[in-house]
């Protein structure tokens, strides 16, 4: 379809966004799998404690959609029951974890492996993996193997951006937003974007390639972990502490 076929079929295919439940449709991505996003670190036999990424904001994913920063701000705060699961199985046997804490983070671009100046925001989720739930699973997050995962999530505020003057709705979008993206050469190659404003969640999955791919799970802050064990007050790792490492 090209552009012209998408705005002049603009709001039927932002009716057929709504009416869906959003997950994952994996892409091929080139960026460097480098970061410094670091947070919640740590492991017994039964459960572990993980910071994950669910979504990365201001990233156009393999969907055609561009995140706008605090689009899930209001389902955050009116849903107290977002699930960690795997693979988007909406079901009791998908459960990987139980959620603690579930919120926005700026988080700086090069932190992220993108080269690209400034800041975005981050999904990110603070969870307890239970082995119980699914051992196999488990062993992969203790492995440190799990980097990738997608949000399930239903569009509520959605914008057409189109790099063509001839459009002036959709052309202003695309100026007031394109330049904020952190892959804006693949908006350019397409010459169109959807700006999601607002999205309810409803889950965050493991998943084996994510429709955004700058979604990893964070490792630990070992200079944190030492001043744990080095001080008689212990020192609490969140995830605000950001620090370079490979992920």
């Keep these: 379809m090209n552009i012209s076929e998408i705005v002049k079929n603009k709001a039927e295919i932002i009716s057929l966004k709504k009416a869906e439940i959003k ?6 991505t080139n960026v460097s799998k480098t970061s410094a996003i670091k947070g919640v670190f740590k492991d ?5 404690e993980r910071t994950i990424v669910g979504n990365t904001y201001l990233w156009m994913d393999s969907h055609d959609d561009v995140h706008a920063k605090n689009i899930f701000a209001k389902s955050i705060k009116e849903n107290k029951s977002i699930f960690h699961l795997h693979d988007h199985e909406f ?5 990987v974890g139980e959620p ?7 988080i700086a671009w090069k932190d992220l ?5 400034g800041m ?10 239970m082995k119980e739930y699914n051992s196999q699973i488990f062993a992969e997050y203790k492995a440190n193997r799990v980097n990738q995962h997608s949000v399930g999530m239903v569009y509520v505020k959605i914008d057409l951006a189109v790099n063509d003057e ?7 979008t695309w100026i007031d937003n394109v330049d904020s993206i952190g892959n804006k050469d693949k908006a350019e190659e397409k010459g169109y974007f959807w700006f999601v404003r607002e999205a309810k969640l409803i889950e965050i999955s493991a998943v084996l390639m994510g429709s955004n791919e700058l979604t990893p799970t964070m490792q630990e802050d070992t200079e944190e972990a030492d001043k ?4 008689t007050e212990p020192t609490i790792v969140t995830p605000e502490i950001v620090k370079r490492r490979n992920i």
């Design 23 to 28: 997950t994952v449709k994996g892409g091929l």
């Design 44 to 48: 017994n036999e039964l459960s572990l």
């Design 91 to 95: 079901k009791i046997t998908a459960k």
């Design 100 to 106: 603690k804490s579930v919120y926005e983070q700026e």
């Design 113 to 117: 492996g993108v080269d690209k100046s």
């Design 120 to 129: 975005t925001q981050a999904l990110l989720m603070d969870t307890e993996i």
């Design 166 to 172: 001839e459009y002036e709705e959709e052309y202003k």
């Design 228 to 231: 744990v064990t080095s001080t």
